[in-house]
């Protein structure tokens, strides 16, 4: 069974820094994406960053590039989110993914900035930027 359990969230002032991780188990991942995602009250759950485990390519929303980094540890299957300069507007639930793409009839199509490409999902940590 897979799990994908996050931590690191919590309380900051705006301009500080936070780092989530989010520990995986119940599989080899290697051939996955690993995803973050973000809820804020009243909105859509939306991408936030990614990270192939394998070779390392990484993915950013343009609302974060610059600001936060996506890692992964290969010894210890995690994957982290450095989250500096943080703002009011990052604050939220934030989600750690696995998968990165699906099965459209005998097609496999790749989606690493989407909900769907996800199959697995931990149970979120919450994010407070205060201003």
């Known amino acids: 069974q897979v799990q994908l359990v996050e931590s690191g969230g919590g309380l900051v002032q705006a301009g500080g820094s936070l780092r989530l991780s989010c520990a995986a188990s119940?599989?080899?991942?290697?051939?996955?994406?690993m995803g973050w995602f973000r809820q804020a009250p009243g909105k859509e759950r939306e991408f936030v960053a990614a990270i192939r485990w394998s070779g390392g390519s990484t993915y950013y929303a343009d609302s974060v590039k610059g600001r936060f980094t996506i890692s992964r540890d290969n010894a210890k299957n995690t994957v982290y989110l450095q989250m500096n300069s943080l703002k009011a507007e990052d604050t939220g639930v934030y989600y750690c993914?696995?998968?990165?793409?699906?099965?459209?009839?005998?097609?496999?199509?790749?989606?690493?900035?989407?909900?769907?490409?996800?199959?697995?999902w931990g149970q979120g940590t919450q994010v407070t930027v205060s201003s």
């Open positions: 119940g599989r080899t991942f290697s051939s996955y994406v």
């Open positions: 993914a696995a998968g990165g793409s699906y099965t459209s009839g005998s097609y496999t199509i790749v989606a690493v900035t989407t909900e769907r490409g996800y199959a697995y």
